[in-house]
């Protein structure tokens, strides 16, 4: 079955870098776009970034520049390196997948994994 595993998350202070991971199982990575999703207490789950199968990436305007979403097709994983982290950027981080399955979408998520950056 599909399986998505986060991990990397700390507490770090303002101005640090956090790097997370998410190792994926299940179906054939290579060929599919993955994505770093976030959702900060009392908030919905927000767009972070994404990374298509052919290493094309898209941002979320509040981490442009700060964030930087990769791949490694060998070893299934897809990173995200966080520099420059600011308190705004303390949430529970997701990783997904989302699968087109007929007319629909299948999501995806892993268990989270939690980033804290104190002021």
């Known amino acids: 079955q599909v399986q998505l595993v986060e991990s990397g998350g700390d507490l770090v202070q303002t101005g640090g870098s956090l790097r997370l991971s998410c190792a994926a199982s299940?179906?054939?990575?290579?060929?599919?776009?993955m994505a770093w999703y976030r959702q900060a207490p009392g908030k919905q789950r927000e767009f972070v970034a994404t990374i298509t199968s052919a290493g094309r990436t898209n941002y979320a305007d509040s981490v442009k520049g700060r964030f930087t979403i990769s791949r490694d097709n060998a070893k299934n994983t897809v990173s995200l390196q966080m520099n420059s982290l600011k308190p705004e950027d303390t949430a529970v981080y997701y990783c997904?997948?989302?699968?087109?399955?007929?007319?629909?979408?299948?999501?995806?998520w892993g268990q989270g994994t939690q980033v804290t950056v104190s002021s």
């Open positions: 299940g179906f054939i990575f290579s060929i599919n776009t």
């Open positions: 997904n997948w989302n699968n087109p399955i007929g007319l629909g979408t299948r999501h995806y």
